[in-house]
């Protein structure tokens, strides 16, 4: 049995919906309700935060996906499922960290993977890490404004990313899941196929929009306040405005990990960007987490 915890999140969904055929499989949910997608899974309604539940979701799992929602209480609730996935017998966890991970770094969501990745490695089972770098979905919560003001506006500086889509981190979590044992202690690093700027996105957001679209590089103190201004949380805000300095110069270069996965090259940013042409000229506006 494999489990997969946050089931209806981005990546989660995606990788409940490539394992279909590869055995038994039990998604993760926090509402029954919003599992009508998951076809072919079990559905076990569970909390990070209700450890009960959370025994009860692992119970019979060999093989555990390990994700979550970023935010002030990460940290404890992944804790409180590895706590879980130990005490029902789990045998390999398969953790979605993220490139950056590391103590010191200035972005606290990077420094909770770090600590789960610490914790993992005391546990006693099996572990394997999936690093990803920036997801491309990211780039969607530029939409309202590439469409209304032709701007694009982040603090991400003049460099290149090699931004990757949550579609091929799931399909390298899934293949990581079907036979795990073969990653037992291994971090793979997943990436798209080359590194980006964001004055190159936001010129193919425009041609998408079919307006001049022109890429701001803000200060990270600007671009937090405007967060802020604008409703977000002062610890969502924080991260967001540092993530440019989460990554070393080495770690912007593409890495190999998704080809190595699943046997075929991961998307480039011009043909994710095509894939949701209806999302950019609708302006929709959404936040991924």
């Keep these: ?109 990077m420094r909770d993977h770090h600590a789960v990745e610490e914790r993992l490695r005391a546990s006693g089972m099996a572990w394997t890490f999936l690093r990803p770098h920036l997801y491309m979905q990211n780039l969607l919560r530029f939409a309202g404004p590439v469409a209304a003001d032709g701007r694009l506006a982040a603090p991400m500086g003049e460099a290149g990313y090699p931004f990757v889509d949550t579609r091929d981190v799931a399909a390298a979590a899934a293949a990581v899941l079907r036979a795990p044992a073969g990653h037992a202690g291994r971090a793979h690093v997943l990436t798209g196929p080359r590194a980006v700027g964001y004055a190159e996105i936001a010129r193919r957001m425009g041609a998408i929009v079919g307006r001049d679209v022109r890429y701001e590089a803000l200060a990270p103190q600007r671009f937090r306040a405007d967060l802020e201004a604008a409703g977000i949380p002062a610890w969502r805000a924080a991260d967001l405005a540092a993530i440019a300095s989460a990554y070393a110069e080495a770690e912007n270069r593409p890495a190999d990990g998704v080809a190595e996965l699943t046997g075929r090259p991961p998307a480039a940013v011009e043909r994710f960007l095509e894939d949701h042409r209806a999302v950019l000229l609708a302006g929709a506006s959404r936040s991924h987490a």
Excluded at 51 to 69: Q, V
Excluded at 88 to 100: F, I, M, T, W, Y
Aim: hydrophobic letters at 55%; proline letters at 3%; charged letters at 20%.
């Design 1 to 109: 049995m494999i489990l997969v915890t946050a089931a209806t999140g981005q990546v989660g969904r995606e990788v409940v919906r490539r394992l279909a055929g590869a055995g038994p499989v039990r998604a993760m949910v926090r509402d029954a309700a919003t599992a009508g997608h998951l076809r072919g899974a079990e559905i076990a309604v569970a909390s990070f935060d209700d450890a009960e539940a959370m025994a009860a979701a692992m119970a019979g799992a060999e093989t555990a996906f390990l994700a979550g929602r970023d935010g002030p209480q990460f940290l404890a609730q992944q804790e409180r499922a590895i706590a879980a996935a130990a005490s029902a017998g789990v045998r390999h966890v398969v953790k979605l960290s993220a490139l950056g991970a590391r103590a010191d770094s200035p972005v606290e969501l």
